[in-house]
């Protein structure tokens, strides 16, 4: 399923990082640091696709040279925790082909050059040969400075400043969603990307009906796993898959990732059943089925989604009811092992309910009891009485 994700950071003196490195790492190039006096080499690193650079049209010849460009965006900051560089980190969706992905992010970051002025250098990984293979992802690093005839200029101080810089990001973000939906769209994908908030997409899925949406929507934002835990989660999962088990997370942060993970998984099951049973439904009325036959046929078309998936090595003989109870940590059986009996185990929907309906008829009882404890009703009671009996003496009884 393709998702949106697209952050901005900073590479800042301050924190020892300089333009040069991480040019050189994004690009997997040897760049010498002319500033530091240091050599950063990455041309053994792997899983760069693409890289190239897009300036302003009258830039000079040499802001295409990689070293030069980023050697004369250090040379231009003279504090020493002067921001030298801007990265832009942005997800790539993996339904579309590695020549799309490229042209939506040179789309991108022509953008970036018409709307600030700046330098743009642009490298794209491919996923990591361990981690998920959906996880295409650009890195797109832009000088903080515009870039004339004559070099670098001035400070982007649009971006930089409070009042603006929220606002030309969630700018640029959407742009960057619509070129995602577009691709998507040219290759025949019905998923879509949507840049907004998770309470934002809630509130539109609402007012449009889509309850189950909605309900998939209303979680908090997913947990950064972080360096540290995301090497410690991938050797857990190269550990699981040379035992031949599945993998279970190793950490804190990892298993709330992971759960959510599975959770999102169950509810986008739940809503491409309901979908597929709407559509059934709907081409059965249309080629004349009555209600009850339309009906049992989209259920049928929901229920038949999980026969593909029995044949398959990845999902073996597991139905929706093992992966609902693992999403939420408990074994399936688990519940009919502490009963008395198997049959109790698995008691019914009916069941359960003419327990509940019990529990409440039970519960009136013990109510209507104390009403009629209750001094103050005994004495309406009384009086009731009394009026009923005045009524009969005067022949107005029924």
Request: glycine residues 8%; hydrophobic residues 35%; charged residues 35%.
């Amino acid at each position: 399923m393709a998702s949106y994700h697209l952050s901005v950071k900073t590479i800042k003196r301050s924190a020892g990082r300089s333009a040069t490195a991480a040019a050189a790492y994004r690009s997997g190039e040897r760049i010498n640091c002319q500033r530091e006096g240091r050599v950063h080499d990455y041309t053994a690193k792997q899983g760069i696709e693409d890289s190239f650079i897009v300036a302003p049209e009258h830039a000079p010849a040499w802001a295409q040279d990689r070293a030069a460009l980023w050697n004369a965006a250090e040379a231009r900051e003279t504090r020493k925790n002067s921001v030298t560089a801007r990265e832009w980190e942005l997800a790539l969706p993996s339904e579309i082909g590695a020549e799309e992905r490229a042209e939506i992010t040179r789309v991108f970051a022509e953008q970036l050059v018409e709307r600030y002025g700046v330098a743009v250098d642009v490298a794209i990984h491919a996923p990591h040969r361990e981690g998920d293979q959906r996880n295409h992802h650009a890195h797109v690093l832009t000088s903080t400075r515009a870039l004339g005839a004559e070099g670098f200029t001035d400070k982007t101080r649009v971006l930089d400043a409070a009042k603006t810089g929220g606002i030309e990001i969630e700018a640029m973000r959407e742009t960057w969603a619509e070129l995602q939906n577009r691709a998507l769209e040219r290759v025949g994908e019905r998923e879509r990307v949507d840049h907004r908030s998770l309470d934002a997409q809630r509130e539109s899925a609402l007012e449009r009906g889509d309850a189950l949406s909605a309900e998939e929507l209303d979680r908090a934002p997913e947990v950064k796993l972080g360096p540290a835990a995301n090497a410690m989660e991938r050797r857990a999962m190269r550990e699981a898959v040379a035992e031949g088990r599945e993998y279970a997370p190793v950490t804190e942060r990892g298993r709330a990732v992971h759960g959510a993970r599975q959770a999102r998984a169950m509810v986008r099951e739940l809503r491409e059943r309901v979908d597929l049973a709407r559509e059934t439904y709907g081409a059965e009325r249309e080629a004349g089925q009555g209600r009850v036959s339309a009906g049992l046929a989209a259920l049928r078309a929901a229920a038949e989604k999980d026969r593909g998936r029995e044949d398959s090595p990845e999902q073996g003989h597991e139905d929706i009811r093992e992966r609902l109870s693992r999403v939420v940590g408990r074994e399936v059986g688990e519940e009919a092992s502490e009963r008395d009996t198997p049959a109790q185990g698995r008691e019914s929907v009916k069941d359960r309910l003419g327990a509940i309906l019990d529990r409440s008829k039970h519960v009136q009882v013990e109510r209507d009891s104390e009403l009629e404890r209750d001094p103050e009703n005994e004495r309406e009671e009384h009086e009731k009485d009394q009026h009923r009996e005045r009524d009969r003496g005067e022949g107005w009884s029924l």
